[in-house]
């Protein structure tokens, strides 16, 4: 048969453009800065999830480049075979001890984390109970699974209990998996009440903390400590890529949860080993928020701040608890225009719009960051105030 | 884009209920005489005018029929262009006057029909468009058990306009209908007559990071198909009775088996081995097999899975097969407008027993499931 077997890219690329769901790729001609040059403008990044401006610390870049200058620029081979260097050792015994569980595994990202564990944990005659707001590295991760699904409405322990008592009586392990921070509402999950319902009914815990790693809990060491439940979570799971400023997936827990992870996560196992670079400023970011506090302090009191300057013009800003705070502004079309005029007033800061969020809660997503001072946040505040009445959204 | 719609007043519609008839079929000249007086005209201009307040910019063709029957609703709400394809002749409208109407919509080639009216007006409309285009009723009628139905004026404007933006998809929804002579009669008997395309919220999935994707209602059939297939295979000796309509009607035919759309059937080893059974046929299949599982779907307006449209699956049924082998599936989209699954077997204790489990599982996609609260108190 003749076929033009490439013919599918052009074409399905040109129908998502066409749909306008094309990525239109941003580009920084600077480094994930407070003040960033986007697409040729400086602006005040609020896109970030470089939430404690760690990677522009000045210790970190050096352990970056110190490591590199010792033991290269690669590693050389997967974590299993030979890519597996005293330093990245080093890195998972700080975690740990930094998280306040028994020992710590770092991943090559946040998703190979959830895309090798997760279809480890549950199989056939098991079920996987699941957030209905959950992360798209999660579903993919419980995709590749054999166990049945459940979902359950956001954050609502009544419907979660329901779940667990079915599933109680007709499988052989339960797993329950949350966000800790969602990404889209900035809510955080009521995770000692899930640790508590998982004792009750025997059901493994799992917490996909990406965005409360470095942000809640004493010191940013996460959502354990945050709910005063360290080492009770069976698997704490989170990135150095955000708040840590650097790159890496992570999973803290018991030691027998880390041998069988790193035994039988196939993203793990597979894929090479970070860079020391990479390895280095892991443990300089450890470093940094084991002593120098200033960092998560100094993010929150902006949130707090932007929060509140934001509530009082009279923006929606919906139930956060966390430094990512969603500016509801109704119709997609207004969050799109909205967007755009922040952008050309010097604020970058994108939309979120139906459907990941409901028709009528289109929002300006916004993520505060430790590095931006009052007068930044003045300014921003003053775009948003100008604009929001501008488009009658105050 | 131009979107054309086909309107539609039953104007008769609804009258029966403020002086007790429990509907208006047949029975109009009765309900005028014991002074009812027109609801359906009114709420037909109600959602227009609802319609052009909220939604003006939408480019929409409208084409109806003479007078009360969508011609003085549309004038009323102030709607000027329009295009008459039907006049009627006598003074008194009738259901063949809807039928005729529906024959010459379909001619014109109109995109969705939107009618005033109940449960028999759906009736009379789907008798003639089938599946073939999608319908949308503004509740006027006495009763309203079929799933076309926006839930109040201000949702079928809504509706329409989200039609008009192509953001809602196509989907099943049920035509239901009391049969009217046996329940003045006393007689409570709710029937399923066919399956009717009604808009829905589309499925989404999400592609990339932030991108999402609205899925067809049948790739979401496909994966509850699917996990019934392997709930089959792995319960090889269980019989399946296959509840109504197009939800479970899918699964069958996935299988290969020519089951009814509207009634229930039993299928053994991937064998259909008895169709559209009664009462006593399926009593008759639970003696023979030692066990059985049975698989619903919620049906019409309410989100019933037992004791509107399906009668033949008896208390004694339920009761023999076990509640715990019900299956209950359905669209994600119709667990958006039913949130809970509604119970009436007509045996209190049967119905306090499926009170007493609280919620279900259902069964929304492979091997995907959520919980729906169980209502049984009666309506």
Partial sequence: MKRNPNAFLKEEYEELVKKNFDWKLHILETGSTPHSIVDGKEVIMLCSNNYLNLSNHPKLIQAAVDAAKKFGAGSGSVRAIAGTMALHMEVEKRLAKFKGTEASLVYQTGFAANAGLIPQLAGKGDIIVSDELNHGSIIDGVRLTKADRAVYKHCDMGDLEKVLKEADKKYNRILIISDGVFSMDGDIAPMDQIVKLGKEYGAMTYVDDAHGEGVIGPDGRGIGAHFGIEGKIDVEMGTFSKAYGVVGGLIAGSQDLINFAYNKSRTWLLSGSHPPAVAGAQLAAINVLETEPEHVKKLWDNTKYFKKELASMGFDTGFSETPITPVIVGESSKAKELSDKLYEEGVFALPIVFPMVARDKARIRTMMNAGLTKEDLDYTLEKFEKLGKQLKII | ??????????????????????????????????????????????????????????????????????????????????????????????????????????????????????????????????????????????????????????????????????????????????????????????????????????MYVQVGKTVFESVSEDAVKEERAEHIIDDMKENKEYLYLMGSGGTVDYIAKKIGVKNTLLGIDAIYQNKLIGSDLNEKEILKLLDKYAKAKVILSPIGAQGFILGRGNLQLSPKVVRKIALDNIIVISTPSKLLSTPVLRVDTGDKKLDRDFAKKEFMMVVVGYRLSRVVKIQTNNF
């Fill in chain 2, 1 to 202: 884009m131009v979107v054309k719609i086909g309107f539609l007043v039953n104007p008769i519609a609804g009258m029966g209920g403020r002086v007790g008839l429990k509907g208006t079929d047949g029975v109009a000249d009765e309900a005028i005489k014991l002074g009812a007086e027109p609801v359906s005209p009114k709420k037909a201009v109600e959602t227009i005018k609802e319609f052009l307040s909220k939604y003006s910019q939408d480019d929409i063709n409208w084409y109806t029929c003479s007078g009360e029957m969508g011609e003085d609703e549309l004038k009323k709400a102030n709607i000027k262009n329009f295009k008459i394809i039907y006049s009627h002749s006598k003074e008194k409208t009738t259901s063949n006057d809807t039928k005729n109407a529906c024959k010459k919509f379909l001619e014109n080639g109109v995109d969705l029909i939107l009618f005033c009216g109940g449960d028999g007006t759906a009736r009379d409309i789907f008798s003639i468009v089938k599946n073939k285009i999608p319908i949308l009723g503004i509740p006027s009628g006495v009763k309203m058990h079929s799933g076309v139905f926006g839930i109040n004026t201000n949702a079928a404007a809504k509706m329409l306009h989200e039609f008009a933006n192509k953001r809602l998809a196509v989907g099943d929804a049920e035509i239901m209908d009391l049969d009217e002579e046996r329940y003045r009669k006393g007689d409570w008997n709710i029937k399923l007559f066919g399956i009717a395309k009604g808009i829905v919220e589309p």
